[in-house]
């Protein structure tokens, strides 16, 4: 299996509200990342988690609150979001900080 | 802040004939480069990646390196249509982040 698994394709919600993204890899990858993308932007990097242990935070906005439950599965929570936090939201991971492997994404509408 | 430059302005090619993207990037400590390809709506894919200075080639694709002069190349030989997408540069820096180009679009005309 060598596929990042990301649940839902598609999500539109309004600031009220509160969500959460599902990411998981079976792929035995020991980081695993969430990117945020605009369209015609390149990947900006969220946070990374290495081991199960936050390792690295972008200066996210506390409204995005990122949770490693085991080495397979990646959240991220949302809450109170603005319309311009809306995009292509990427989980990716990878095996000893190389190459990273991406989902399919999250295309997040927020109105 | 780490530079990655690509040209971002579309680069057409008539079929058949070989698309050529260039990157530079300004960590000299960079060691491992990466190219993914990016179609519209979809999700960044591995292409390619290289390590050691020089040329590297996986079947169309060839990247290139010289990391005295900062720069990273992808070539892609015999285009195809559905070579038709956005090609991001990434090298890897000091603390395991990528730093992802803005993209190189390419177009493919048939």
């Known amino acids: 299996d060598t596929e990042v698994t990301q649940t839902p394709k598609h999500l539109v919600m309004g600031m009220t509200n509160k969500k959460s993204l599902k990411c998981e890899q079976h792929?035995?990858?020991?980081?695993m990342y969430w990117y945020k993308q605009k369209a015609k932007k390149p990947p900006e990097l969220m946070f990374v988690?290495?081991?199960?242990?936050?390792?690295i935070n972008e200066s996210v906005p506390s409204r995005f609150s990122p949770e490693c439950p085991n080495s397979s599965l990646l959240n991220l929570h949302l809450h109170a979001l603005q319309p311009e936090d809306s995009a292509l939201y990427l989980c990716?991971?990878?095996?000893?900080?190389?190459?990273?492997?991406f989902g399919s994404g999250t295309q997040l509408s927020v109105l | 802040q780490k530079e990655v430059e690509q040209n971002s302005g579309p680069l057409s090619v008539p079929e058949g004939a070989i698309a050529s993207l260039n990157c530079t990037y300004s960590?000299?400590?960079?060691?491992?480069f990466f190219w993914y390809r990016q179609y519209s709506g979809k999700s960044p894919e591995l292409i390619m990646s290289?390590?050691?200075?020089g040329d590297k080639e996986d079947g169309r694709f060839t990247a290139q390196l010289n990391k005295a002069s900062q720069y990273v190349s992808l070539l892609i030989r015999d285009s195809q249509p559905s070579d038709s997408a956005t090609y991001l540069c990434?090298?890897?820096?000091?603390?395991?982040?990528?730093?992802f180009g803005k993209g190189n679009q390419v177009v493919v005309i048939p």
């Open positions: 990716a991971s990878s095996q000893n900080n190389e190459k990273l492997f």
């Open positions: 290289i390590y050691s200075n």
């Open positions: 990434a090298p890897r820096y000091g603390n395991n982040r990528l730093a």
């Open positions: 988690y290495s081991y199960e242990k936050l390792s």
């Open positions: 960590d000299r400590g960079s060691q491992s």
């Open positions: 792929m035995g990858h020991r980081a």
